[in-house]
C-alpha cells in the first residue's frame, strides 16, 4: 500500500505562481513513475505530467514552459512548480504513484488549485 499526501494548492492570480508537493509513505518500490493529474469542474480528469524513477518527464502540451515536475526520491516527494498559472488551470490536482510492472495506480485525495483575479 501506498499513501499519498498533496499540498499547497491555494488561490492565486493569473500570472502566478505555486508549487504543489505530494509526500509518499508506505511501500515505495525503487522503479516507479509519478505524476500530477487534474480535474476541473465537469470536464474529465487529464494528465498534467509524469517523472520515472530515472528522471525521465513527459507534459501536456498544455503546460509545457510553465509547469515544471520534479521529485526527491531521498524523500519520497513529488513536485510540481507552476509558473504562468491561467485561470484554465483552475482544477483538483491529484498525484499518482505506480510502481514499474504492475497495474496499479495509487492516487492522492487532491489539492484545490483556483486561477482567478
Known amino acids: 500500500q501506498v499513501q499519498l499526501v498533496e499540498s499547497g494548492g491555494g488561490l492565486v492570480q493569473p500570472g502566478g505562481s505555486l508549487r504543489l508537493s505530494c509526500a509518499a509513505s508506505g511501500t515505495i518500490f525503487r522503479l516507479n513513475t509519478m505524476g500530477w493529474y487534474r480535474q476541473a469542474p465537469g470536464k474529465q480528469r487529464e494528465l498534467v505530467a509524469s517523472i520515472s524513477s530515472g528522471g525521465s518527464t513527459n507534459y501536456a502540451d498544455s503546460v509545457k514552459g510553465r509547469f515544471t515536475i520534479s521529485r526527491d526520491n531521498a524523500k519520497n516527494t513529488l513536485y510540481l512548480q507552476m509558473n504562468i498559472l491561467k485561470p484554465e488551470d483552475t482544477a483538483v490536482y491529484f498525484c499518482?504513484?505506480?510502481?514499474?510492472?504492475?497495474?496499479?495506480?495509487?492516487w492522492g485525495q487532491g489539492t484545490q488549485v483556483t486561477v482567478s483575479s
Open positions: 499518482t504513484y505506480r510502481a514499474w510492472g504492475t497495474s496499479t495506480d495509487y
